[in-house]
């Protein structure tokens, strides 16, 4: 089992991987997914790695399958990412789902009014879609998403992994 200092670093290390230039990926060492979002893992491995999570709510269960209903969703509060929450959900049998960042509730969202205001680890994918609706191109393969927005100075591709803002690109 890894360590919570190794889990936040193999997170830094895939989302520079995921969303950074061919050039950079080039010249980056290769970031292993970490075990903990391996499908058939157990929510209480995710707590010897983690520790007590800081809240546990019944998760909102709005377009989520018959399999997933009923979980609860953990927050976690990691070093690196004092703004946001390390979401984890517990489904009804036991099995780790749905990791993600969300803002913290002690921190505020901050304003989003053109393209400046978008960097790294500033926004999670919830935050953009409110503020800017919804992406005119996307894709998805977990932990990666990488959509195309439009703000007022033009189109920008914007790089999430587990939901949090990596980078921006003018397109």
């Not at 200092?5 to 230039?21: D, R, T, V, W, Y």
């Not at 980056?28 to 997914?33: C, I, K, Q």
Request: include cysteine; aromatic fraction near 12%.
């Amino acid at each position: 089992m890894i360590s919570r200092i190794n889990f936040e670093k193999q997170i830094g290390a895939l989302m520079s991987q995921l969303c950074s230039s061919p050039d950079e990926r080039a010249s980056s060492v290769s970031a292993e997914t970490p075990a903990l979002f391996e499908i058939n893992t157990r929510y209480d491995d995710v707590v010897r790695v983690l520790g007590p999570p800081i809240l546990s709510i019944q998760h909102d269960e709005s377009g989520v399958p018959e399999s997933l209903r009923g979980s609860i969703e953990h927050r976690f509060r990691l070093e690196l990412w004092q703004d946001f929450d390390f979401v984890v959900c517990e489904s009804r049998f036991g099995y780790a789902w749905g990791h993600r960042f969300a803002r913290s509730s002690n921190s505020p969202t901050p304003p989003i009014g053109d393209a400046a205001d978008l960097h790294r680890w500033s926004h999670t994918l919830e935050e953009v879609a409110k503020t800017l609706g919804p992406a005119k191109a996307a894709e998805e393969w977990f932990p990666w998403y990488s959509a195309t927005f439009e703000l007022s100075a033009g189109r920008f591709q914007l790089c999430f992994v587990l939901e949090l803002l990596q980078s921006i690109v003018r397109v």
